[in-house]
């Protein structure tokens, strides 16, 4: 569960990083477009005279640029925002899974070992009353049975057979 919770949690961060990669380019090519743009216009500024009315066309083209350029920069960090809460999101959801798999892992276990416990007092209760039940006919082999005898005999089964529940119950309850 761990190793998946971990896998996961390197595939957002790789994500994440390419993102941030792919912007940091963008960046670069807008500031080196931006730094073309502004030498040529500087060039052209700089031939224009200070009067000229195509200097301040030059000029507000140079500042509407930059604004572009800002908006699409935001724009940018906006939706790198929201994928990355997105995948925080995302990530806190399958850990939350993981966490709720390792609880129902752990609460079947438990009932599989309850299970074998189980198993192994039935096997030792019928192993033995086997026991007692060869005990008795080995002694009964020595004497004629009889009616009187039956009952006896099937009432010590009865007793006993209380007796091991009662000692499986109180067994239940220690080991629980």
Do not use: C, F, H, W
């Amino acid at each position: 569960m761990i190793k998946i919770q971990q896998k996961q949690s390197r595939q957002i961060e790789g994500s994440i990083k390419e993102q941030q990669g792919a912007i940091n380019i963008l960046i670069k090519n807008l500031r080196k477009k931006l730094v073309t743009l502004a030498r040529k216009e500087e060039v052209l500024v700089s031939e224009l005279s200070d009067d000229a009315p195509e200097r301040e066309t030059v000029v507000n083209r140079i500042i509407s640029r930059s604004k572009e350029t800002i908006a699409k920069l935001d724009t940018v960090m906006a939706t790198l925002k929201t994928k990355k809460a997105k995948l925080t999101t995302e990530q806190t959801t399958l850990k939350e899974d993981i966490k709720g798999l390792g609880d129902k892992l752990v609460a079947i276990q438990a009932k599989i070992v309850s299970g074998q416990e189980n198993i192994k007092l039935k096997t030792a209760e019928r192993n033995s009353k086997k026991e007692i039940l060869a005990g008795y006919s080995v002694k009964e082999n020595t004497k004629t049975p009889t009616n009187e005898g039956a009952i006896v005999t099937q009432g010590a089964i009865d007793k006993i057979t209380e007796e091991i529940t009662t000692l499986r119950k109180d067994l239940k309850k220690n080991i629980q």
